[in-house]
């Protein structure tokens, strides 16, 4: 193994730093990944938000926060009993290729996949607290100088309360000040929080849940440009400086951390505006689903992996048990270095998929039991394998 680990570190170390490779890219697309939801049959055995079927857990309400990796993850540690369900339920393997998978992901994410649940107690207190509850009504109780937030239970998305809130920042700003209400801000988990309160607490509305669409990531590049972003903020190499770069964080996001940042950071974003003379955008609720589309596709949610450590993993998990790897002969899976296709995390969680229904082609004695990954690792593994330079 150790020769072949050095040429690898040498084919990294060709490959550069890591490629700043698209989640998904621009032309993947979340509505497209909830038609691949039904048409593959997850929703035979998935619900999302209750709705669908009871065979494998509800997708919409998984505790612990989620990244992109955390479900590359999960789903490659799941395969072998999913497939197993498959096989007593006579459901045929769904096959997915790059392009389905990249639009799963993108339905997923924006169907709040990632974010985890609130905290209804700590929702109530800060309704109060932060003096909400001044201004608004929610099932009953609060003031009236602003709109009843009960309609919000129907939107369960942070997409939605992002905007609204991006939308009335400015005028709820002016009343906070006459009232002498100092503006809130939000930390951690707040806003999560005050959102699953509002959903407890208000009314249940006979048509039951409507959630905000999922995104488009091209549209959402068109309106980052058309709605002046991008005269401030730079994402995928490109734009103005006054705002800070929304491309490639360091650290991973949630869509309701990315509610909050948008709403802490109004009053800097208006006085910005306002010393550019650029007029403060309205966005639509289906508008803020594509800008989200699109900074998901620069990034902005989720940190990439490590090259150099994904070796070890691929190593440490048994893929090279099976696989060979820069021409090295005698494996019964093919070369990783000659797998094509293989230019998106999408499609390594396409390739990944597949595995759970495939004959193990090794010899009994080289047998080895399916080797869990932890999101970390798959981080490094897709970074890994992105990687290697492939002869075209
Ligand atoms: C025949 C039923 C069945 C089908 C069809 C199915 N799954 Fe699953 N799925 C399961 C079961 C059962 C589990 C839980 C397995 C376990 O506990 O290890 C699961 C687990 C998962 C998980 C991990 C959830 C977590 O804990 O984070 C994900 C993600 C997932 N499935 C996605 C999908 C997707 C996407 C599809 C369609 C391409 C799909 N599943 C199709 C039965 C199914
Ligand atoms: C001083 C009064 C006041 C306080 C305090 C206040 N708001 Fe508002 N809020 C308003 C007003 C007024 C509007 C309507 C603004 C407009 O018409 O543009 C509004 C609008 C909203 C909207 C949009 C509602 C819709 O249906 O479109 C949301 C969401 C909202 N507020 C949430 C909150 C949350 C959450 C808090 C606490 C963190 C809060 N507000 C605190 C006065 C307030
Ligand atoms: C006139 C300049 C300007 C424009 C236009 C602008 N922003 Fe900003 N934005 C800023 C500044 C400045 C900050 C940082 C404020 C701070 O850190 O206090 C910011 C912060 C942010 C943040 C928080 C970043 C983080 O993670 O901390 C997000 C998200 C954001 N902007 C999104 C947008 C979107 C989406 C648009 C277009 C609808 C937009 N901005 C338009 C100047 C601008
Ligand atoms: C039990 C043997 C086995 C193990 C273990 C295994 N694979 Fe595979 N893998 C296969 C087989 C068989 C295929 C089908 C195509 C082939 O022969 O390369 C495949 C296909 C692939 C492909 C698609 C290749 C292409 O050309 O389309 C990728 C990428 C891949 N595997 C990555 C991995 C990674 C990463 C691991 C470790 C987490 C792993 N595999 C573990 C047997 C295995």
């Known amino acids: 193994m150790r020769p072949v680990l050095l040429a690898l570190g040498l084919l990294v170390a060709l490959a550069g730093p890591a490629l700043a490779q698209s989640l998904f890219g621009a032309t993947q697309d979340p509505l497209a990944g909830s038609r691949v939801f039904g ?10 938000n209750g709705v669908g079927g009871m065979v494998g857990p509800d997708l919409g309400r998984i505790e612990r926060p989620r990244s ?34 990249g639009d799963l992901v993108a339905f997923l994410f924006t169907l709040d996949y990632f974010d985890p649940r609130g905290d209804v107690d700590a929702g109530r207190r800060l309704f109060t607290e932060k003096r909400c509850v001044v201004c608004h009504q929610v099932g009953g109780t609060g ?7 009960d309609a919000l239970r129907q939107y369960a998305s ?24 100092p503006r809130p801000s939000f930390k951690d988990a707040e806003l999560r929080d005050l959102i699953a309160y509002i959903g407890a607490a208000s009314p249940v509305i006979a048509q039951g849940p409507l959630y905000v669409l999922p995104g488009r990531a091209g549209r959402g590049r068109a309106l980052f440009a058309q709605k002046r972003c991008a005269e401030c903020h730079s994402a995928a190499g490109q734009g103005g400086t006054l705002g800070p770069d ?3 964080r360091s650290v991973t996001l949630s869509l309701t951390q990315f509610a909050s940042a948008m709403w802490n950071k109004t009053p800097a974003m208006l006085a910005a505006m306002k010393s550019r003379a650029i007029p ?9 689903a594509d800008v989200v589309a699109y900074l998901y596709s620069v990034r902005y949610f989720a940190q990439g992996g490590d090259p150099k450590k994904g070796v070890a993993v691929a190593n440490a998990k048994g893929c090279l048990t099976c696989h060979a790897l820069a021409g090295e002969r005698g494996k019964p899976a093919g070369d990783l270095a000659r797998a094509k296709g293989l230019d998106s995390p999408a499609a390594v ?5 597949d595995h759970s229904f495939i004959a193990d082609p090794r010899p009994a ?28």
């Open 39 to 48: 048409a593959r049959g997850c929703v035979k055995c998935h619900a999302v």
């Open 68 to 101: 992109f990796f955390d479900l590359a993850a999960a789903l490659w540690n799941h395969a072998p009993r999913m497939a197993e369900r498959m096989r007593q339920q006579g459901i045929a393997r769904p096959r997915l290729d790059a392009r389905e998978m």
């Open 143 to 149: 003031g009236v100088v602003g709109p009843n937030l």
């Open 158 to 181: 942070p997409i939605y309360l992002a905007a609204q809130m991006w939308n009335h920042g400015p005028q709820m700003a002016a009343v906070m000040a006459a009232r002498k209400i």
């Open 246 to 248: 929304l491309a490639e």
């Open 280 to 288: 403060v955008p309205q966005l639509q609720p289906d508008e803020m």
């Open 349 to 353: 969680l396409a390739a990944l998929w």
């Open 365 to 392: 004695r080289a047998k080895a039991p399916w080797a869990e990954i932890r999101p970390g690792e798959m981080a490094d593994l897709v970074a890994f394998l992105q990687s290697l330079r492939r002869p075209q």
